[in-house]
């Protein structure tokens, strides 16, 4: 296996996976003058399950990075109002200028992955789609030094780096082949279906809580809005697995009639998509010539939405540490994420239980609120060591 002439023989980093964790990674380095190879064994532009939502911390990276006026230019909505719901009582929030951020907003992965991959491209990445990774290269001593790689166009690929990042997911090959240790796993997870909706109001995001349900609703991209409804475990084989279409509109009337009546007056676009749910975790995330961003390292239930937020602050915390080129600095990447995920790990797993009454969730939503804040008042403080905006 040699290297095809259309690739560098050596890159300072190879990224497997370009979508949120993995392309702004890929961005950030690139901008800084690392040369950077990114592979994606899908195609460019192609959707995924996605919660749509970014909360303030996502919004305030896509801010620093001179890319939220493409978000926009996307017909993507500004989202300056969000509804709790809890059983027949609405507390309504103003989403208040802070940091810089405005307003909030739910982009589709067609739209945001889209965006973040050209910028890494314009940035000198080196960005290969429809590419597999093989197998990671180790010397004697363990260190990753590379990859192989396969590609429809050049077979078998092999390629050096000076780390590779593996940003592939909760189910990621280069955490498997490194050996990456979980050290915490969320003990509950939710199952979640959605479709996209024609025709409706646009209110802001809105979240609806009864004890053992939950649903959103999210305005995103073309007008449309996302429609969402969480299933307890217990309940995924019967709503979700025997009959996806019957167990979603179930969940959406068990949670709001009123919901339910304003879909019935909507034109559903597209199909319904359902993930069947999985545990959270939380791997070590960096090691000899290697780390993990992203769910591949940290993923935790998606009902509370921070998955895209946390993939887009984590790609930042790596990136500095990659520039500054020591394995003390990787590890004090892992420190620094686990210092602002543990909390939110925890108070996610305690709602995807849905062992909750009314005043359980609000108590909950409240110490979400306070860790958020603390998330981005954290990020907003740290001086940026590569450049941010192009």
């Given at each position: 296996?040699?290297?095809?002439?259309?690739?560098?023989?050596?890159?300072?980093?190879?990224?497997?996976?370009?979508?949120?964790?993995?392309?702004?990674?890929a961005?950030?380095?690139?901008?800084?003058?690392?040369?950077?190879?990114?592979?994606?064994?899908?195609?460019?532009?192609?959707?995924?399950?996605?919660?749509?939502?970014?909360?303030?911390?996502?919004?305030?990276?896509?801010?620093?990075?001179?890319?939220?006026?493409?978000?926009?230019?996307?017909?993507?909505?500004?989202?300056?109002?969000?509804?709790?719901?809890?059983?027949?009582?609405?507390?309504?929030?103003?989403?208040?200028?802070?940091?810089?951020?405005?307003?909030?907003?739910?982009?589709?992965?067609?739209?945001?992955?889209?965006?973040?991959?050209?910028?890494?491209?314009?940035?000198?990445?080196?960005?290969?789609?429809?590419?597999?990774?093989?197998?990671?290269?180790?010397?004697?001593?363990?260190?990753?030094?590379?990859?192989?790689?396969?590609?429809?166009?050049?077979?078998?690929?092999?390629v050096?780096?000076?780390?590779v990042?593996?940003?592939?997911?909760?189910?990621?090959?280069?955490?498997?082949?490194?050996?990456?240790?979980?050290?915490?796993?969320?003990?509950?997870?939710?199952?979640?279906?959605?479709?996209?909706?024609?025709?409706?109001?646009?209110?802001?995001?809105?979240?609806?809580?009864?004890?053992?349900?939950?649903?959103?609703?999210?305005?995103?991209?073309?007008?449309?809005?996302?429609?969402?409804?969480?299933?307890?475990?217990?309940?995924?084989?019967?709503?979700?697995?025997?009959?996806?279409?019957?167990?979603?509109?179930?969940?959406?009337?068990?949670?709001?009639?009123t919901?339910?009546?304003?879909?019935?007056?909507?034109?559903?676009?597209?199909?319904?998509?359902?993930f069947?749910?999985?545990?959270?975790?939380?791997?070590t995330?960096?090691?000899r010539?290697?780390?993990?961003?992203?769910?591949?390292?940290?993923?935790?239930?998606?009902?509370?939405?921070?998955?895209?937020?946390?993939?887009?602050?984590?790609?930042e915390?790596?990136?500095?540490?990659?520039?500054?080129?020591?394995?003390?600095?990787?590890?004090?990447?892992?420190?620094?994420?686990?210092?602002?995920?543990?909390?939110?790990?925890?108070?996610?797993?305690?709602?995807?239980?849905?062992?909750?009454?009314?005043?359980?969730?609000?108590?909950?939503?409240?110490?979400?609120?306070?860790?958020?804040?603390?998330?981005?008042?954290?990020?907003?403080?740290?001086?940026?060591?590569?450049?941010?905006?192009?």
């Amino acid at each position: 296996m040699t290297a095809s002439p259309s690739y560098r023989d050596t890159y300072d980093a190879i990224i497997v996976g370009a979508r949120c964790a993995g392309a702004s990674t890929a961005l950030l380095l690139a901008r800084a003058g690392a040369r950077v190879l990114v592979i994606d064994r899908q195609a460019l532009g192609s959707d995924r399950i996605s919660t749509h939502a970014l909360m303030r911390g996502g919004v305030l990276q896509l801010l620093r990075w001179g890319l939220l006026p493409k978000i926009l230019a996307a017909q993507t909505p500004r989202i300056t109002q969000t509804v709790f719901h809890y059983g027949d009582e609405d507390i309504r929030i103003d989403i208040k200028p802070e940091h810089g951020v405005e307003f909030l907003c739910a982009p589709r992965r067609t739209v945001l992955d889209r965006i973040l991959v050209e910028a890494a491209v314009e940035a000198g990445a080196d960005v290969r789609h429809n590419v597999s990774l093989g197998t990671l290269i180790k010397r004697p001593d363990g260190r990753v030094t590379g990859v192989t790689l396969q590609d429809p166009a050049f077979g078998s690929v092999t390629v050096r780096a000076g780390i590779v990042i593996g940003a592939d997911g909760r189910q990621s090959m280069v955490a498997r082949q490194v050996g990456a240790s979980t050290y915490a796993v969320g003990r509950h997870f939710a199952g979640v279906a959605y479709r996209y909706f024609d025709g409706i109001h646009d209110q802001g995001s809105r979240w609806f809580f009864k004890p053992g349900a939950s649903a959103g609703v999210v305005p995103t991209n073309d007008g449309q809005h996302c429609v969402f409804v969480c299933i307890p475990k217990s309940e995924i084989a019967s709503k979700i697995m025997h009959n996806i279409a019957d167990g979603y509109h179930a969940a959406l009337t068990e949670n709001s009639e009123t919901l339910s009546r304003e879909i019935e007056g909507a034109r559903p676009s597209g199909r319904i998509t359902g993930f069947a749910g999985a545990p959270g975790h939380m791997r070590t995330s960096q090691g000899r010539g290697w780390a993990l961003v992203g769910d591949a390292g940290y993923f935790k239930d998606p009902l509370t939405a921070h998955g895209m937020t946390d993939a887009l602050r984590d790609a930042e915390i790596l990136a500095r540490a990659v520039l500054q080129g020591n394995e003390r600095a990787l590890a004090l990447y892992q420190e620094e994420r686990d210092a602002l995920s543990h909390k939110l790990f925890a108070i996610t797993d305690r709602i995807a239980s849905f062992q909750w009454d009314m005043a359980d969730i609000r108590s909950l939503h409240m110490g979400l609120q306070a860790v958020m804040k603390s998330e981005v008042d954290h990020m907003a403080s740290v001086a940026p060591r590569m450049p941010i905006a192009a």
